[in-house]
């Protein structure tokens, strides 16, 4: 199967949920545009589901207001974020909780998965990275307190690992340890070349988090995740997915109260 295919069968899309792709936000004028391509990308994989977009916070529309239009239908929230932290727990069934007359799931982050790591290894490869002028990848990502989020990223830093057949180093812009500088110093102290350590974005789109990252990169640094064809297939697949959860376990989608 091709990494940009849809995971799951593809019932009627009259009969299907809303899906309800949900970003961060960011200050970052560049952040926006790659969201909505995405969501683009989305809606033209799966034609005639109806996809929206709601955004945690800082861009519009906010998540709030995507719910609050959608009074008397069912959805399924997808987070475009790559960990299980505190927005995926507590702040994506806290909304869908506060609107009334909508009924709901919120679906598993987009990673850990295998298509995040084949994303994750084509924008390596489109910054010029090459597995024999490597001595290793630092994985940047956003990080969080929740133990979880860090064990989701060292998957991903696994899976990647496993593609590139070089060692993958997860490393944090906040909230964890170790800093992309930090695994910098520790792989250079194992005998690493800087010069031959690449930084691979672990962020959906551009941001502060993601410049951040790639401006302590040694060498090269590649691109944030954005709308390729893989991230597409992966968000229908974790649609698909949150549906299946759901009729498998014989529990009609929450209505919010």
């Keep these: 199967m091709s990494p940009s295919t849809a995971y799951g069968p593809a019932p009627h899309p009259g009969s299907r949920p809303v899906l309800v792709a949900v970003a961060h936000g960011s200050r970052d004028p560049r952040a926006l545009p790659v969201v909505r391509a995405l969501v683009a990308r989305v809606r033209a994989a799966r034609p005639g589901l109806d996809v929206r977009l709601g955004h945690v916070e800082l861009d519009e529309p906010l998540l709030a207001d995507t719910l609050a239009g959608l009074r008397g239908r069912t959805a399924v929230l997808v987070p475009l974020l790559l960990t299980r932290g505190h927005h995926v727990k507590h702040d994506l069934p806290a909304a869908l909780a506060a609107t009334p007359g909508v009924r709901g799931t919120v679906a598993a982050p987009l990673g850990p998965h295998p298509l995040l790591a084949w994303v994750l290894h084509d924008r390596l490869r489109a910054a010029g990275w090459a597995a024999g002028r490597s001595d290793g990848v630092i994985l940047a990502a956003a990080g969080s307190r929740d133990p979880d989020s860090a064990a989701d990223t060292a998957r991903t830093a696994a899976l990647l690992a496993a593609r590139l057949g070089v060692p993958v180093t ?12 930090e695994a910098l110093a520790a792989l250079t102290a194992r005998g690493a070349d800087p010069a031959r350590i690449a930084v691979a974005s672990c962020f959906t789109a551009p941001g502060r988090f993601a410049t951040q990252t790639a401006a302590a990169a040694p060498d090269l640094a590649a691109a944030p995740l954005g709308a390729h064809p893989a991230m597409a297939a992966l968000v229908l697949h974790r649609y698909d ?12 989608l929450a209505r919010a109260s």
């Design 170 to 181: 997860p490393a944090y812009a906040s909230a964890a340890t170790p800093t992309v500088p």
């Design 241 to 252: 997915q949150a549906l299946r959860s759901t009729t498998a376990s014989g529990t009609a």
